[in-house]
């Protein structure tokens, strides 16, 4: 299964923090510090799998990808295959650059709660879900559409600095 | 944090999206929990969206507001809006406490198997049961849905059965015996996918249609047996064909390329665990070598991880070992992850002929090797040295560089088990001590190497001690000049050898006094106390203390080494069955046997060999013990491990019996010849083609035990029909002892599809045992003879529960000891109960010898000694 999604860019600022067991938030800190320390060291041209990380148990696999200033990595147990999660990755952010239209570090600090949205589309309970991006954009965008008319304001608070930035 | 009473819905949705906001960054959040709880209760989308989101991320498995969001949950899993449903949902799979578990089980259960519901809805469903299942698998009832549940597995939607394939994998792992028709819904799904090219077209990722789908079936299948009806098996091997067919040329781009090896890597693994088809198999190790020379990192990763999983379950490994040289490069590449799965395949893929060269590049790899790789190294190495050494004095000089070397990165079992070993074997000691004392001499001594020069030193320093260069006083001396160096604890392990020297070499007395002397000022208390107390057992006036004291160490008893349990221990740990391991075959196949569900007592056979060179009694039988089970509760596999069992000890008989074929053998035997003829049975109403019968050896046990087809018998007939026999006579001759019973391999076409079925011949040492007769007294003196020279003694403590519930069993005891042809002495024994024989072994090479067994029952504990 699929232990943790993590997003976060090359100085390890977690834009992303999702693990589909149980675990506090400073562990989850420290499992953040630790795969950005054994990720950030390798150059683009080495594989996109690795281990050791201890935090998360003898049987996990770190399986990762690298665009622009953000790595995605999955964190793995071995009933997973590596390519398929590999794939998994690219489809996730083909849904988020479907989502947002060029996708880039900023939408994923203004929309932090859409991301959570997306990925429960692509992965539930440690299990892939939906690989179909038509079929993840239109359950998204139709839970979208509930939100419109119910409220006055189509962002957060937040959202509506997006403006300034 | 104080909450103004009048907070609308939309303040409260930006409170508490701050609050998940800086829980993100890492800040422990442990207020605002009720805010949520309050917006998951609100009838807006909106506020319940971000409600939903909050707890899934915030919540506490024991926070005390639970109840309340049991009960939203609730209410929203019967909602008419799916959007409303989904939320819910999701927020189970992300929770999940025990509550969730016992209230909301049945309801979700209704939702995945409901007539109306949605494909959004059910995939959810049906990842929210599998998470419930894996916390809590006894409070959700799995037994009673899980049948309904499988048909999903040919639903049309992709979706859907991409979640229930998950779901199904993980009931497989728990309730084998429910999910068994998962199999063929599996098969049937994949051939649709696969070979009818039946999907919808948004499922085509690059090119390639519903990978994952495909990968999870072919995951899927591997969890089961291979199936045994004729047409699912052709179908299967058809699939498997396909899709190797399919990547046989290489994708231009990434992507695709990604998909279809993912789905490769995932066919062969399955034909692996399956083991349908040798040919197959080769194929797959000749293109897993392009794999693991090419370019593209990911590929060659995986490629070396998927030949260590072929290396550890095909028959031949000529094929893998071509690319040798390839995997040995690999060990040097850049990237660590790629050096790991080459140092797997290496000790996957390592036989007694390969070992050497294996062995020696690791050693000479150990040096620039990354620190987090060394440990493990180490042990395999030392696993494997011990395994495949053929020749002592390689063995000792392969671990005292092995301890030289990874000395800082290895745990303590390396060294106490090369210690444990060279104690055992009487040969290698001589050599082991004139290792030692070099290694002691030599400029740099590792600590662990200092130690276990100490230790043998300390054991056998006498054996050199007339050697030049080698005398008491020169092994002192080094051993003397290397302590000051070593750390505490080998300090101390150096003090004991030279307490050890004062009893071997009363001539060096004085000088090791001396030694002992120094320190008995030692700051360090155990270094203190150990000096004193040997100083003071020098000193004493009695004489016959000290040799008591020190006195030679006793062989260690043959037991599974520490090592092999530390590997596998850094591999357990996990949710997932695994299915196979890294390592050769046999633990593998020890793996299945042990998943059969059958107490497989691996047993060395307690006879004791008179023979001098026969130090570790390699007489290995394996004893089923089957009291007490039920037959509906076994499997065709382990009901041929019964037929087995019995055939050890008698004749004639069944050792196979199923629903296509039947396979009976007659033997004779005369020491140290035998034959052994196969009769085989069409059971079925069709006739058989293409039969083939062969009897292959073990590695293991090649040299020692020659099998062959008897001369002057007719050629096998062609076809057999419904009810017919064929038959063949085996010539069996037992050069020397051997450990591991012949397998017996029988090929054949059945309604188009090739079988293939292996079974192990009921062939041991024991039917090479004739029955003696000799007086009570005699067996004693010969017993105690044995015991006194603890030497080719194989003491064994079996479990075997059904004795305390079993009077017969006393009796079935006595027929399997005399069956594996040991004669009986009555009443030898003290204890009416225990049972004695004496037989004598006959082989061709190592010539004629005694075999004793005293089996001792007890029934009040259920053991057997």
């Known amino acids: 299964m699929i232990k943790s999604v993590l997003i976060f860019n090359q100085l390890g600022k ?45 049987d996990s696999r770190i399986i990762y990808r690298h665009y622009a200033t953000l790595y995605f990595v999955f964190v793995v147990d071995s009933s997973e295959s590596e390519l398929g999660i590999l794939d998994l990755i690219q489809v996730f952010v083909e849904a988020l650059d479907r989502m947002f239209e060029n996708v880039c570090e900023l939408d994923l600090i203004f929309h932090f709660d859409e991301i959570h949205y997306i990925l429960m589309e692509v992965v539930e309970a440690g299990m892939v879900i939906e690989t179909n991006l038509t079929e993840i954009s239109r359950a998204v965008n139709e839970g979208k559409q509930l939100i419109k008319p119910a409220s006055e304001h189509s962002r957060l608070g937040i959202g509506a600095l997006r403006g300034f930035v | 944090m104080c909450v103004e009473p009048s907070l609308n819905g939309y303040n409260r949705k930006k409170y508490v999206c701050k609050l998940v906001y800086m829980a993100l960054l890492g800040y422990e959040v442990s207020f605002g929990h009720r805010e949520a709880v309050d917006l998951v209760n609100s009838t807006k989308y909106s506020e319940k969206q971000i409600g939903y989101l909050a707890i899934s991320l915030l919540m506490e498995e024991d926070a005390d507001y639970g109840r309340m969001v049991v009960a939203a949950m609730r209410r929203d899993i019967h909602d008419t809006n799916e959007f409303n449903v989904s939320l819910a949902l999701n927020a189970v799979s992300n929770i999940c406490t025990r509550e969730i578990a016992e209230v909301l089980t049945q309801d979700i259960v209704a939702q995945l198997l409901s007539p109306v519901a949605s494909m959004f809805i059910k995939k959810k469903a049906a990842l929210c049961l599998l998470r419930l299942l894996r916390r809590f698998p006894e409070a959700v009832n799995a037994q009673q849905w899980a049948a309904r549940v499988i048909p999903y597995l040919g639903h049309r939607d992709i979706g859907v059965t991409l979640s229930v394939a998950s779901l199904v994998t993980a009931l497989a792992q728990q309730f084998p015996e ?121 590929v060659r990763y995986l490629g070396l991880e998927t030949m260590a999983h072929l290396a550890a379950y095909i028959d031949s490994l000529d094929t893998i070992k071509t690319y040798q040289g390839v995997i040995i490069q690999s060990l040097r590449d ?64 392969v671990m005292m560089r092995l301890v030289s070397l990874a000395g800082d990165h290895m745990g303590d079992e390396v060294w106490h088990r090369i210690v444990q070993v060279i104690l055992g074997n009487e040969e290698l000691q001589l050599y082991a001590c004139k290792i030692a004392l070099q290694t002691l001499k030599a400029p740099v001594c590792h600590e662990s190497a200092l130690k276990v020069s100490a230790y043998v030193l300390g054991e056998f320093g006498h054996l050199i001690a007339n050697a030049p260069d080698c005398a008491p006083v020169d092994q002192l001396k080094a051993l003397q000049s290397k302590m000051a160096s070593g750390s505490q604890s080998a300090r101390a392990v150096a003090l004991t050898t030279v307490g050890k020297f004062i009893n071997l070499f009363p001539e060096i007395k004085t000088l090791c006094l001396r030694v002992l002397d120094r320190y008995r000022g030692a700051l360090d208390a155990e270094l203190q106390q150990r000096a004193c107390e040997y100083y003071a057992l020098a000193t004493l006036e009695s004489e016959d203390l000290m040799p008591t004291v020190f006195e030679e160490m006793p062989p260690f008893p043959e037991r599974r080494s520490a090592l092999m349990s530390r590997l596998l221990k850094r591999e357990a740990d996990t949710e ?44 290995q039988t394996r004893f089923v013990a089957d009291g007490g089970q039920t037959p509906e509760e076994l499997a065709r596999v382990a009901k041929s491990k019964r037929h087995y069992a019995r055939l050890l000890w008698e004749n004639d008989g069944i050792l196979y019996d199923g629903d296509e074929i039947q396979v009976g ?12 003829g196969v009769f085989l049975g069409n059971k079925s109403t069709a006739p058989i083609y293409d039969i083939s019968i062969h009897v292959a050896c073990e590695e293991s046990s090649e040299k020692q035990l020659v099998v ?62 004739d029955p003696v007769t000799i007086t009570v007294a005699d067996f004693f003196s010969r017993w105690k003879q044995l015991g006194d020279a603890a030497i080719g003694e194989a003491q064994n403590v079996l479990k075997t529960p059904f004795l305390s519930t079993d009077s017969g069993a006393i009796q079935w005891l006595r027929n399997v000891v005399g069956g594996a042809g040991f004669a009986l002495i009555q009443g030898a024994d003290a204890e009416p109960d225990n049972i004695v024989g004496v037989g004598i072994a006959t082989t061709e090479n190592a010539g004629r010898f005694g075999c004793l067994i005293r089996v001792e029952p007890k029934p009040a504990h259920g053991l057997t000694r």
């Not at chain 2, 999870?216 to 396909?242: D, G, M, N, T, V």
Request: charged share 25%.
């Open chain 2, 334 to 397: 850049r990237d660590v992850s790629v050096r790991r799965r080459a140092l797997d395949l290496l000790y996957s893929m390592c036989d007694v002929s390969s070992a050497k060269t294996i062995v020696s590049e690791l050693l000479r790899h150990m040096v620039v090797a990354d620190f987090t790789l060394r440990e493990e190294m180490a042990l395999k190495v030392a696993i494997l040295t011990e395994k495949y050494a053929t020749e002592y004095s390689w063995y000792v000089d």
């Open chain 2, 178 to 298: 429910d999910t068994r028709k998962a199999a063929s819904f599996a098969v049937r799904r994949l051939k649709s996918l696969v070979i009818d090219n039946e999907y919808a077209a948004e499922y085509i990722y690059y090119k390639v249609p519903a990978p994952w789908l495909q990968i999870k079936l072919l995951r899927l299948l591997q969890y089961f047996p291979a199936p045994e009806s004729p047409e699912l098996r052709s179908l299967l091997l058809s699939i498997l064909r396909h899709i190797i067919d399919v990547s046989q040329d290489t994708p231009r781009e990434l992507q695709q390329m990604n998909a279809q090896y993912s789905i490769l890597f995932e066919a062969i693994n399955l034909g692996i665990q399956l083991d349908i088809d040798q040919g197959l198999m080769q194929e797959c190790a000749v293109l897993l070598g392009r794999f693991i020379t090419s370019r593209e990192i990911n």
């Open chain 1, 14 to 58: 977690p834009r992303l923090i999702k693990f589909y067991e149980q675990i506090g938030t400073t562990l989850q800190q420290e499992i953040l510090r630790e795969i950005h320390a054994l990720v950030a060291k390798r150059p683009d041209t080495q594989c996109n799998f690795l281990e050791g990380c201890h935090s998360m148990g003898t």
């Open chain 2, 665 to 676: 053998l007659v033997a004779q035997y005369k020491p140290p010849a035998g034959r052994v």
């Open chain 2, 708 to 769: 062959q087809q008897a001369t002057g018998q007719g050629p096998l007939p062609d076809s057999l029909m419904p009810l017919g026999q064929a038959r063949v006579f085996f010539d069996i001759k037992c050069i020397d002892v051997f450990a591991t019973a012949p397998t017996l391999r029988i090929a054949y076409t059945m309604a188009g599809a090739p079988t293939v079925s292996e079974l192990q011949m009921p062939v041991t040492i024991a039917h090479f045992i």
């Open chain 2, 576 to 619: 997932d069955q695994r299915t196979w391991v890294f390592g050769g075959r046999e633990i593998n196949r020890e793996r299945k046997l042990q998943k059969a569900g059958k107490t497989v007592e691996d047993s060395e056979e307690p006879p004791v060999a008179a023979v001098p060179q026969l130090l570790e009694v390699p007489e």
